[in-house]
């Protein structure tokens, strides 16, 4: 395929890998993609399809596509949130989250454009190491700020003060963003409540660069080795992630980068290990009927989907119900891809279906493991005027565990003890 085609042509194929070539020549335009998209019922297009994304690949790629294929392929392929959902369903198994990211990368270094919100945010990313615009000096001040207002059993060392084998990665999320510091807390705390030892990094904890692999950025490799290169030398045996995307960052974009000696889990992963082993016990009953969300990161992509779930049935009085789409077919809330960034109304639409497919399983609250879906689908309740209540899975442990340390309590009392809090990402 990557014959006398043009440079363009050229580089846009040498960009993608055999397999993927094979797979955009093997698609059977079944259809079956349009029928699960969680995209495509707010913006029926064909580009917007998985089908129609790989015809028009395959014709950037072979060098026959028009100007009008590349600016449908561009629309079709930054208006999606690379949820898997297509891949899932696809009959051919094509994994398409790995080949959606690959293809933006290939294209903008073929010279096609990103969006400029996407330029900006990358932009932002490597000059502050976090996609947030904020002085990494700061990335620690939600465990120094919640350590004042009397939040912990006792200190939250960082690395540099006591070098533990377990350490907390909090993510940009939950370290700059004010609304979503109360997870990073209550996470360091439900560790304590354990008896965990364990470190977090402070202001030398790295943004996971994932979004530069997301959004197609040809540093990210370059970017995730010299992270690798730094946790590996601290001798880190367990990295535990509270952030979804970072764990996909950590645990599957750094495979082959990070040394097979470290440990990745998502904290849902290691609360469950920890309320197996009897160091985690939830005794208050939490009376709640409540719907869980699967992030696509830690489900579709990592096949995480019962500890989860696990964790929210070892909560006295808590009852899980289903929605329609779960586990592996469960609908995504737009925050993934950068879809928020390219097309932020088609984020609003697919949380607000989200939170009405909730309403309709019965659920008083809707509960999901990761502070980025919280944001989506808290917008995605306003956006549909539903005042069902949007909850970190943290919360509903907290109530069990140690009730005093809710959501609410910790925001109030961050908000108001010393320091700067964060802002909402752009």
């Known amino acids: 395929m990557a014959g006398d085609k043009g440079p363009q ?18 698609c059977s335009r079944c259809g079956e993609c349009l029928l699960w998209c969680p995209v495509f019922p707010h913006d029926p297009r064909e580009e917007i399809s998985s089908r ?25 392929l930054y208006a999606c949130s690379a949820c898997g959902q297509c891949h899932v369903v696809c009959p051919i198994r094509i994994n398409t989250p790995e080949l959606w990211e690959q293809a933006r990368l290939a294209l903008a270094n073929s010279g096609l454009l990103q969006p400029e919100a996407q330029i900006q945010q990358l932009k932002t990313i490597r000059e502050y190491d976090n996609s947030y615009g904020k002085p990494r000096a700061q990335r620690g001040l ?7 207002a009397g939040f912990f059993l006792g200190p939250v060392p960082t690395w540099s003060e006591q070098q533990s084998e377990v350490l907390y990665f909090a993510g940009c999320t939950a370290s700059f963003d004010e609304t979503m510091q109360p997870v990073a807390v209550q996470s360091a705390r439900l560790l304590q409540e354990a008896g965990v030892r364990f470190s977090i990094l402070g202001a030398d904890e790295p943004c996971c660069a994932s979004k530069l692999r997301r959004m197609g950025d040809n540093e990210f490799r370059t970017e995730a080795s010299r992270r690798a290169e730094m946790l590996a030398g601290k ?8 952030c979804a995307g970072c764990f996909k960052g950590l645990h599957s974009d750094y495979r082959g980068i990070l040394p097979p000696s470290v440990e990745v889990l998502h904290l849902t992963e290691f609360l469950w290990r920890l309320i197996r082993e009897g160091s985690l016990k939830p005794r208050h009953e939490v009376p709640l009927t409540v ?13 995480i989907y019962e500890e989860p779930r696990k964790v929210l049935g070892s909560i006295p009085g808590l009852h899980v ?13 737009g925050m993934g891809g950068g879809l928020k960034l390219a097309r932020p109304d088609l984020q609003k639409k697919m949380s607000a279906a989200r939170i009405r497919e909730a309403e309709a399983a019965g ?3 809707v509960v999901t493991p990761c502070q980025t879906c919280l944001m989506g689908l808290s917008a995605g309740a306003a956006a549909a005027a539903s005042s069902l209540p949007v909850f970190h899975l943290n919360e509903m442990l907290v109530r069990s565990v140690c009730p005093e340390i809710t959501f609410d309590t910790i925001a109030a009392g961050l908000k108001s003890s010393d320091g700067q809090g964060g802002r909402s990402a752009p």
């Open 363 to 365: 659920a008083e609250a």
């Open 52 to 76: 129609g994304k790989l015809g028009r690949i395959r014709k950037l790629a072979g060098g026959i596509a028009s100007p009008s294929d590349e600016a449908a392929l561009l629309d079709g």
């Open 291 to 303: 719907t869980y969300h699967d992030p696509c990161h830690l489900g579709r992509h990592n096949g």
């Open 9 to 26: 042509a050229d580089k846009i194929a040498a960009g993608l890998t055999r397999r993927q070539l094979i797979e955009i020549e093997a």
């Open 142 to 148: 939600w465990a120094e700020r919640a350590s004042r």
């Open 321 to 333: 119900v289903e929605m329609k789409r779960s586990g592996p077919f469960s609908a995504c809330c």
């Open 235 to 242: 001798k880190v045996r367990t990295i535990v992630v509270s």
